[in-house]
């Protein structure tokens, strides 16, 4: 069965001060790991990695992916009250239908 | 471009009701799909769709129909709500994969989502 796992379910911090969220996945037809930011409604698209090693930046946020040890983070540097949502991390699939697997997301909470 | 939107934004049912949702996409996508997200479950997908006139089965189908009788809409059905079926529903549409650049692959464009309640 597929898994992708976030870590920390929610969490609180300052602002100005720097996150980092973290996803590891299990799943066989892995092609891309995603991230979507999700504030009340629909989930937003942030980025999308398939390379190993190689850092997606924009902005604030950047990420990494890590395809032999299956996991992946988003850091989020001197965080603001808007960035506060629920962050999802998504795997897509290989094979027909162009399939996501979600995460259960990590709930940021920014502070004054 | 409206991008993908749903009808209703909220809906209350009665256990054994009947429902349609509607979604629709006005970016000319191949692929649509019904997810529904639920506290501490993440997104599960419903159905989904590959093209007009198709359907499959995702993850928690159990409970729910779906049809794609036009390219633009794909419509979630509960013939019979129960109330384990209150959730949030989100539709999701996404590219045609082949011979599109390997960035393209498998980013999905959601709507605003609707909040079912079955008493």
């Known amino acids: 069965e597929d898994k992708v796992v976030q870590s920390p379910l929610s969490l609180v911090v300052h602002e100005g001060d720097t996150v980092t969220l973290n996803c590891s996945y299990e799943?066989?037809?892995?092609?891309?790991l995603l991230w979507y930011k999700q504030e009340k409604k629909a989930p937003t698209f942030l980025f999308m990695l398939t390379s190993s090693g190689i850092e997606k930046k924009s902005g604030r946020l950047s990420s990494i992916l890590d395809k032999k040890e299956l996991f992946s983070i988003l850091n989020i540097t001197a965080t603001q009250t808007g960035d506060s949502a629920v962050y999802l991390c998504a795997c897509g699939l290989t094979g027909g239908g162009n399939k996501l697997t979600f995460g259960t997301g990590t709930q940021l909470k920014v502070e004054l | 471009n409206a991008g993908v939107t749903q009808t209703p934004k909220f809906r209350v049912l009665k256990t054994g009701q009947s429902m349609t949702l509607l979604c629709a996409q006005d970016m000319n996508h191949e692929y649509m799909y019904w997810y529904r997200q639920d506290p501490g479950m993440g997104l599960r997908l419903i159905h989904y769709s590959v093209g007009e006139g198709t359907t499959a089965k995702g993850e928690v189908p159990d409970g729910y129909n779906v049809s794609r009788l036009k390219k633009q809409n794909f419509l979630l059905g509960l013939e019979s709500a129960a109330p384990s079926q209150t959730s949030v529903y989100f539709c999701a549409s996404s590219y045609w994969p082949f011979g599109l650049a390997e960035s393209s692959y498998n980013e999905q464009f959601f709507g605003p989502g609707t909040r079912l309640t079955v008493l």
């Open positions: 799943v066989t037809n892995f092609r891309s």
